[in-house]
């Protein structure tokens, strides 16, 4: 399996920016499609983004669409969450995580296979 570790994470002030990356190790990673996923206090988890191993689909949460943006870069195993307009509710742990369905930019947690640790996104208001 693919080992995934994120970075990028910290405090920043409600309508700022952020950029998460997700290093992917291990098995190829163009064989896998990639999201993110976020878990807030006391929330359940939510999918927040994904996108298919090539790039041509791209998935997001309705509380983060025109807001958030995933990419990918198959040449680095690097896969990236830009987040712009930062509110307070985007406070949350992100995890990068790996699904098997490589063409499908899946929406469906149970599809993840594989999980980074995750990286903290602390939004003042």
Known sequence: QVQLVESGGGLVQAGDSLRLSCA???????SYAMGWVRHAPKKAREFVAA??????????????KGRFTISRDN??????????SL??????VY???ASGLKWTASTQMVDF?????GTQVTVSA
Do not use: H, P
């Open 95 to 97: 995890y990068c995580a």
């Open 87 to 92: 509110k307070s509710e985007d406070t949350a």
């Open 113 to 117: 296979i594989s999980w980074g640790q």
């Open 75 to 84: 040449a680095k195993n690097q896969v990236y969450l830009q987040m712009t």
């Open 24 to 30: 992917a190790s291990g098995r190829t990673f163009s």
């Open 51 to 64: 996108i298919n191993w090539s790039g041509s689909s791209i998935n997001y949460a309705d509380s983060v």
